[in-house]
């Protein structure tokens, strides 16, 4: 299995290469050259593996240049109960009216992130063990990937993390589960800025190929595929759970920011699971519903990005969304280059033309919640069912419960517990959200962060300083 850029300037690469490459040297995305297709006796046959083992089948089929029994080794590092609670690892939690809850929130930090980000805290170790060499991450966070990714990497041989987060923008259980850090390879840098502020100075600092070179920078960002490839599996384990026999369909529904976890559904689709739909749920910063409703790209500058009470997914520039685009125009990475030239000049670019394709050939549909969507959506799920659901998974709830069919199971990944949004879980209930035994005093303790200013040449410098040389 190799790999190739959606912008087809890389020549083939082998995954650990990109793995520790991050954002491909011609300014796209690593993706495979061909996607497996997994048959309905291949996926009967998966029906009784526990979560580590399904990674390990699904995840071989990524990666061909780690031995099967090493990558088994390292799945089972990252998924088992000591991590995640229980030897459930995804469990199901039905709400009624069609709709069940895909629980991947289960890890150390509370939140879907876990779910990539422990192998990758794995695959890391072992392919830069393996190879002598170090590795400085550079990563930009919304909210959730920053802690995953640092609670999976602290302490980790080889490794360090230069984490950045939009000062401010983020709730104080989320700041404080990052900051609260003290492992000397683990660096916080909160910017006066917005996520997509951050996310632009990561790519600019990717893309300047001397300096990545000379500081061995590397991604754990949803550019990194590892992160798609792993995510890819909690689909598939969905699907073997929620179907009765071969060639059920189920439907997905994803709040959706960065499009990274809808991007991982699309592939398992591609790759043959049956899935009748994708339900990409939006917030009030809707750029991706926008464009599944009209088929125009438009994103939104800093300025017009809300701060909004599902902060994770206030983002106006997806990252991912140019995996999906590469797909859509037949992968053919010069029209790739082209749609994005055209969004350099015009702020935007227009496959309304291919419209009709979104569902028909795609399976994607699109909605948006806003604020008093999941103060509703929130107070309801709990009054019907007793199950408390944070923001954003309020958000996909509500935006899943319009595409809901007979005879369909429709899953609705949860994307974190409700501990690290309080303040709005009290809005919509008038409680605060109870939080885990073990963070219980996680605001007491004391945090590192610097803060500064949102300009690239000042990460620039501190990478320079503080990296390990």
Request: proline content about 6%; some cysteine; glycine content about 8%.
């Amino acid at each position: 299995m190799k790999y190739l850029s959606t912008r087809g300037g890389m020549a083939p690469q082998p995954f650990s290469d990109i793995l520790l490459e991050g954002l491909a040297p011609d300014g796209g995305l690593a993706l495979p050259e061909s996607l497996p297709a997994i048959s309905a006796d291949t996926l009967e046959s998966w029906r009784k593996l526990g979560y580590a083992d399904l990674a390990a089948e699904i995840l071989t089929l990524f990666i061909d240049d780690i031995p099967k029994a090493d990558l088994a080794r390292l799945t089972h590092a990252a998924y088992n109960a000591k991590v995640f609670g229980s030897e459930q690892i995804v469990p199901l939690k039905p709400l009624g009216k069609g709709l069940t809850l895909l629980g991947l929130s289960e890890g150390p930090t509370l939140a879907f992130k876990d779910m990539a980000m422990q192998f990758l805290g794995q695959v890391f170790e072992y392919v830069l063990g393996k190879r002598n060499a170090s590795l400085n991450i550079l990563g930009a966070t919304s909210g959730d990937t920053g802690s995953a990714a640092e609670y999976a990497l602290r302490g980790k041989r080889g490794v360090s993390v230069f984490m950045l987060s939009p000062h401010g923008r983020m709730s104080d259980f989320q700041r404080a589960q990052m900051y609260s850090l003290q492992d000397d390879n683990i660096h916080n840098i909160a910017l006066r800025g917005v996520f997509d502020e951050c996310q632009d100075i990561v790519k600019a600092l990717a893309g300047d190929l001397d300096f990545k070179a000379g500081h061995r920078l590397g991604a754990v960002n949803s550019i990194n595929w590892a992160r798609i490839a792993a995510q890819v599996v909690y689909y598939f384990w969905g699907w073997l759970r929620a179907s009765s026999g071969p060639g059920q369909q189920v439907s997905f529904a994803v709040p959706s920011g960065n499009f990274g976890n809808i991007l991982a559904g699309h592939i398992a689709r591609q790759m043959g699971l049956p899935v009748r739909r994708l339900v990409l749920a939006t917030n009030e910063n809707n750029v991706l519903e926008e464009f599944f409703r009209t088929g125009i790209y438009r994103p939104r500058p800093a300025s017009e990005t809300h701060a909004t009470t599902s902060p994770s997914m206030d983002i106006s520039r997806a990252s991912n969304f140019e995996r999906f685009v590469f797909d859509l125009q037949g992968r053919d990475a010069s029209k790739v280059r082209a749609c994005w030239d055209e969004l350099a000049r015009t702020g935007q670019f227009d496959l309304s033309a291919m419209l009709p394709q979104f569902e028909s050939r795609y399976g994607f549909v699109a909605g948006v919640s806003t604020h008093a969507d999941r103060l509703e959506t929130i107070r309801n799920t709990l009054r019907e069912t007793g199950v408390l659901i944070d923001p954003h998974t309020a958000d996909g709830v509500k935006v899943a419960a319009q595409y809901v069919e007979p005879g369909i199971p429709m899953l609705v990944l949860e994307t974190a517990l409700p501990a690290k949004f309080s303040e709005t879980i009290e809005a919509a209930t008038g409680k605060p959200a109870p939080v885990p035994a073990h963070l219980q005093d996680l605001a007491s303790l004391p945090q590192r962060v610097v803060v500064l200013d949102c300009k690239t040449e000042l990460v620039r410098d501190y990478i320079s300083q503080h990296a390990p040389v």
